[in-house]
């Protein structure tokens, strides 16, 4: 069983930044592709990014495509977001996500076997 716990969440102003973590329970990156998900009030889940299980596949979602990275600290179980350049388009609650799924990490939320709770991430206007 893998548990991903998410933190890092906040509020912050337009053009700001925020790092978002997801510590996972276990070593999971060697297992599991990761990946980043929002979901906004009364918007359906939505991708955001992810990581293939070797690492060496990164996708993003043409919306924050330049302005956020994802990355991973094997030593650390630790799974990362780093966004930048914010807008208030961006608010939503972000979920981490694990899937066993070898090769080019999938983009649908059925794709993921495996979430964290969410953090909540606000940008003003």
């Known amino acids: 069983q893998v548990q991903l716990v998410e933190s890092g969440g906040g509020l912050v102003q337009t053009g700001g930044s925020l790092r978002l973590s997801c510590a996972a329970s276990v070593q999971t990156f060697n297992n599991y592709a990761m990946a980043w998900f929002r979901q906004a009030p009364g918007k359906e889940r939505e991708f955001v990014a992810a990581?293939?299980?070797?690492?060496?596949?990164?996708l993003y979602a043409d919306s924050v495509k330049g302005r956020f990275t994802i990355s991973r600290d094997k030593a650390k179980n630790t799974l990362y977001l780093q966004m930048n350049s914010l807008t208030p388009e961006d608010t939503a609650v972000y979920h981490c996500?694990?899937?066993?799924?070898?090769?080019?990490?999938?983009?649908?939320?059925?794709?993921?076997?495996?979430w964290g709770q969410g953090t909540q991430v606000s940008v003003s206007s």
């Open positions: 990581l293939s299980r070797a690492g060496t596949i990164t």
């Open positions: 996500a694990a899937s066993s799924r070898m090769g080019r990490p999938g983009i649908r939320p059925t794709d993921y076997a495996y």
